[in-house]
């Protein structure tokens, strides 16, 4: 039992030091300046060559940075939404914002999990247990209103919803339904990247 949860110790503890050393290297080198507006702006016919002539790379690359971005909740998303429409189209860059999105919303959700939720129900488990009674009941619904309405940060609810004990497979298909709409008014409004002003007129009736 106890070499058992040495290995767990050992697995937290090397997640932990993989999150947080991404995390270093994204603010040491400053690559959050490569997902700005400004950026994908200036260089959007260099990215549109490159996918032009390496097109299976340039696919895998944008969605294993777009993991990478969601999974360690790193600033960016958006950016990285508007940059699939602009590359790839609607239907093609809703497909793929779809899935990475998803799978690093899930991954930080898991993340939250293994590293947090043990402690959280230990400490608080008497408080909790409404909360997870609840999820139990209605947390389909209630992820689902979330990802559709999104009055919280993406980040937070990914975090939040991994100290419940909702199935992570529950959480994959909810979290990609709910945020299905969104997604597709952004890569769409990424099309139009060129006349995007700043991220705060995303929505404005003209780009939508």
């Known amino acids: ?36 507006l400004s950026y994908i702006k200036a260089s959007q016919e260099k990215f549109s060559l490159l996918y032009a002539e390496h097109q299976i790379l340039v696919i895998a690359g944008y969605m294993v940075i777009y993991i990478l971005v969601t999974s360690l909740s790193l600033p960016g998303a958006t950016v990285m939404t508007l940059v699939g429409g602009a590359l790839f189209g609607l239907w093609a860059g809703t497909v793929m914002v779809s899935f990475a999105s ?19 129900q230990a400490t608080f488990g008497d408080r909790l247990k409404t909360i997870n009674e609840g999820i139990e009941r209605e947390g389909k619904f209630y992820l689902f209103t979330l990802r559709l309405i999104p009055a919280f940060p993406f980040f937070v609810i990914n975090l939040v919803m991994g100290l419940t004990k909702m199935p992570l497979r529950t959480y994959y298909w909810v979290s990609q339904l709910g945020m299905l709409p969104a997604t597709i008014v952004y890569v769409n409004a990424g099309k139009e990247l060129a006349r995007i002003q700043s991220l705060s007129g995303i929505l404005s009736p003209r780009l939508i």
Do not use: P
């Open 102 to 120: 998803t799978i690093g919303a899930t991954l930080a959700c898991f993340v939250s999990r293994f590293l947090l939720r043990d402690w959280v």
């Open 1 to 36: 039992m106890e070499k058992g949860a040495g290995k767990k110790h050992l697995k937290k503890i090397v997640i932990l030091l993989l999150v947080v050393g991404f995390i270093a290297a994204y603010k040491v080198f400053n690559l959050g300046q490569y997902l700005t």
